[in-house]
């Protein structure tokens, strides 16, 4: 199991785009993959729970992956909030 925590540094936050871009990338997984933001907690698979989070410019992420690909998957989601979901530029 591994852990990252990831900043949101795009202008409007985890909206749709960005959330299905997250959900891209764990539904192909193996691994179980988790978000957290705040006091909430959610699977990180659904794009409907990651767009609950409302997760605003500025704020840290929680990812909690746990599978055979979780280093895979990690890479990934730490290049897409890099990349700052591809909005800014």
């Known amino acids: 199991m591994i852990t990252r925590v990831l900043q949101v540094t795009n202008k409007l ?3 749709a785009r960005p959330a299905g871009m997250i959900v891209e990338i764990t539904t192909h997984a193996q691994s179980d993959v988790q978000i957290c933001y705040g006091d909430s ?3 990180a698979k659904s794009i409907l729970n990651v767009m609950m989070l409302a997760a605003e410019p ?9 599978g055979p690909d979780e ?3 990690a890479e990934e989601l ?3 909030f890099a990349n700052r979901f591809y909005e800014d530029g």
């Open 13 to 15: 936050g985890i909206h």
């Open 78 to 80: 730490e290049k897409l």
């Open 71 to 73: 280093e895979r998957v």
């Open 41 to 43: 907690r959610a699977n």
């Open 58 to 66: 500025g704020s840290e992420i929680k990812f909690v992956i746990n």
